[in-house]
């Protein structure tokens, strides 16, 4: 319309005609002109992306839904959207703004990592701290931030790495997914977990009734528990279903092909990079996102190589990345020395919450560079273990100046602080170990606790292997089986178990019942004593399992003779009235392992430094020339005389026997130091006297037998 003032309308008005006639001739291909009038009118009086115009209400002019940019394009069979192009930006109180671009927004739009908002980050450490309330989702966000800075912020962005922008995003969302395989309360769905597999392998009996209600149910058995919990595998299952959720999924035939298109979703091939268009201004172009970047990300979360059912067999090596930038790998999880970005931020924002103080290290973060290091882990390096010995092992792996060998002892030295403080604070513990009590008792009731909606057509589609998946309802202990399930099993677990205790009239709830009220009021088991195993034992007594150790301390006070106690059976009268049992359930032992990140090792020894001079002309050159590093030779002054320390704590279930077992603990420290230090004696006078192994028999003088003797000698009086 050349007289006509708005031309714009008449182009508009044809652009939404010649899109809904393509949508229409794509579901139906038309035969002639009249089946392509046809075809366009049923669309646009059927299809749900088009709706009337509110000014023509009469007449048949339909709108698409959304804007040209949101609307859904049909590929491969399925309703397909573009990638938003706008780049968000958000606070956080550890690292400033944090930058999300478009690609990564759709993963954090996800059902998978939405779930990390209603997981606390320290599970019930606010107890202790109530300022540590801070969630999975804000430490994932920092991780994915400084993920992308260690290389934009420090000499590794400007060395001849070939990084490019896919790499660098593709470490953003492997910060960010991280965590996705954490439990209920974090860590301590792990402990219960480990719990849950001893209690029923142990006594099944408990768990009869449970299992008879199941099979009677569904007329299948329970899954059986793994007798290890990893969480990060989980996380790489909660990975494949974020992508389900967007209709997409892994391709392992064709790993350099687009993500296989298998539902309603994104469009596979407008998820990824945005570029600008040099030759374009203001236009872009997208790199799409192949199966081996997703592979790669998975591979950064795992911290190795695949194995089934991740990978369709194990494999021997990354598959994501080759070795010219096997570096990238040691950002989110480092598998030589464990300083990775991850710890970088919880480190950083744990402190900041329990404490008030943040420790960066950004200067560990601006002076990281790539070189040759030497690799710290031979025997067990999937990469190197096999090597000739005379073959030099090396890597291309993040190193730090020598100058900053005391930097990087401080951060380590943040880990033990933080796990002495924070994380195994003897209230936290406390808390913790009461909050595994009553998930362990409601897995032995609850057999149907969660509904896994395989049968449910609005439930979000999962991962293909999955499709034999045919449980209706799983307990909490499996919650971790199924990415629908899973994706409920957070914090509010404690409300649903409630909910179900109040909902049932079963008087076998009385000890649930009573662990909730104890959760509510905080009454959380007490802390009777603490020994250290250099101290009192050493490794034979940490070797010790804990169900001996209970036995042995119940065996030791009933043989102590005090005279205000009179054994009857299991119970102890104190006067003429109160009677107190005392039972090895009553009693929770707790082995604590404190150390600096690499057991009794030094954990700087772990990493690679390198010298001032190779600074010079680092960044011009080429991969096959860059300098060699290795393990410090001089290590600060001031580094620890030990790296590790073991100590054994005693809990109380009942606050009514807190006295009683207190005291039974401080007899069984006396018997154990009074028998540790006899055998101990014992040895150095064989040694000093030359006798040899075969000449005596130490196990007529074992340390049980020592502490037996030691009590019956002394007689201790409460």
């Known amino acids: 319309g050349g007289d006509d003032p708005n031309p714009c309308v008449h182009q508009d008005q044809l652009t939404q005609i010649i899109n809904a006639l393509m949508y229409a001739m794509e579901r139906s291909p038309p035969q002639d002109d009249r089946a392509v009038a046809a075809a366009t009118a049923a669309a646009a009086t059927s299809s749900s992306l088009f709706s009337p115009s509110p000014s023509r209400s009469n007449g048949q002019i339909y709108h698409l839904r959304g804007t040209p940019r949101s609307r859904p394009r049909r590929r491969h069979g399925y309703d397909v959207y573009p990638m938003k192009t706008e780049t968000r930006k958000c606070n956080d109180e550890v690292h400033g703004e944090v930058t999300i671009p478009p690609a990564v927004q759709i993963v954090l739009d996800s059902p998978a990592v939405q779930r990390l908002a209603n997981l606390k980050q320290l599970g019930c450490a606010f107890n202790t701290y109530p300022s540590c309330s801070h969630t999975r989702k804000e430490h994932s966000l920092g991780v994915m931030e400084i993920s992308c800075n260690i290389i934009s912020t420090s000499n590794i962005g400007k060395q001849q790495l070939n990084i490019t922008e896919m790499d660098i995003l593709c470490l953003r969302i492997a910060g960010l997914t991280h965590d996705l395989g954490h439990g209920p309360f974090s860590h301590v769905y792990e402990t219960f977990l480990k719990e849950s597999f001893k209690q029923e392998k142990e006594n099944p009996e408990l768990y009869s009734e449970r299992n008879a209600k199941f099979k009677e149910e569904f007329g299948m058995d329970l899954p059986d528990l793994p007798p290890f919990y990893e969480h990060e595998k989980t996380s790489l299952m909660m990975v494949d279903d974020l992508l389900a959720t967007n209709g997409l999924e892994i391709d392992w035939g064709a790993l350099d092909e687009p993500l296989k298109q298998v539902g309603n979703g994104i469009d596979c091939e407008t998820f990824g990079v945005i570029r600008k268009n040099k030759n374009e201004p203001g236009e872009t172009t997208v790199d799409h996102f192949t199966s081996r970047d997703w592979i790669f990300i998975k591979e950064c979360i795992y911290g190795k190589p695949l194995v089934y059912p991740d990978a369709p067999e194990t494999q021997s090596s990354f598959v994501g990345r080759g070795k010219e930038k096997e570096f990238l790998y040691d950002i989110i999880s480092n598998r030589h020395s464990g300083l990775d970005v991850d710890r970088y931020d919880y480190y950083a924002r744990d402190g900041l919450s329990a404490m008030g103080k943040k420790d960066t290290y950004n200067v560990l973060l601006r002076t990281a560079v790539v070189a040759r290091g030497l690799c710290p882990n031979r025997d067990t390096c999937f990469d190197c273990k096999d090597k000739p010995p005379a073959e030099e092992a090396r890597h291309l792996m993040i190193c730090y100046p020598v100058k900053h060998i005391s930097e990087a002892m401080s951060f380590f030295e943040t880990r033990i602080n933080n796990h002495d403080k924070i994380y195994t604070h003897k209230k936290t513990k406390a808390a913790e170990l009461l909050m595994v009590d009553l998930m362990v008792e409601s897995d032995r009731h609850f057999s149907m ?67 909730l009220h104890h959760l509510r009021k905080h009454e959380f088991y007490k802390c009777v004593g603490e020994v250290e195993i250099d101290e009192v034992g050493g490794d034979t007594l940490f070797d010790m399992d804990e169900d001996d150790i209970k036995k042995e301390m119940v065996t030791i006070l009933l043989e102590t003779e005090g005279n205000r106690i009179a054994r009857t059976n299991a119970t102890y009268e104190f006067g003429d009235e109160e009677q107190i049992t005392l039972d090895t359930n009553d009693i929770i032992v707790e082995k604590r392992e404190l150390h600096y990140g690499s057991k009794e090792k030094n954990p700087v020894l772990q990493m690679n430094f390198l010298e001032k001079k190779y600074f010079e002309d680092i960044d011009s050159l080429p991969i096959e020339k860059l300098p060699l590093a290795g393990p410090p030779e001089k290590l600060p002054l001031n580094k620890p005389e030990h790296f590790i320390k073991r100590t054994i704590r005693f809990f109380s279930r009942d606050r009514e026997k807190n006295e009683l ?58």
């Open 449 to 515: 606790l969660f509904s896994t909606q395989h049968k449910d057509p609005d439930a979000f589609p999962t991962h293909s292997r999955f499709v034999d998946f045919e449980y209706p309802k799983l307990p909490l202990s499996r919650a971790w089986m199924y990415p629908r399930l899973f994706l409920r099993a957070d914090d509010s677990i404690v409300g649903v178990i409630e909910d179900k205790v109040l909902e049932s009239s079963d008087e076998g709830l009385a000890s649930l019942k009573k662990l």
């Open 661 to 718: 077992l207190g005291h039974a603990f401080q007899n069984w420290k006396i018997a154990k130091e009074e028998g540790y230090n006899e055998m101990k004696m014992c040895f150095e006078e064989m040694d000093d006297e030359g006798e040899s192994q075969s000449q005596s028999n130490p196990a007529l003088l074992t340390q049980e037998s020592a502490s037996y003797s030691a009590v019956k000698r002394r007689k201790l009086d409460f």
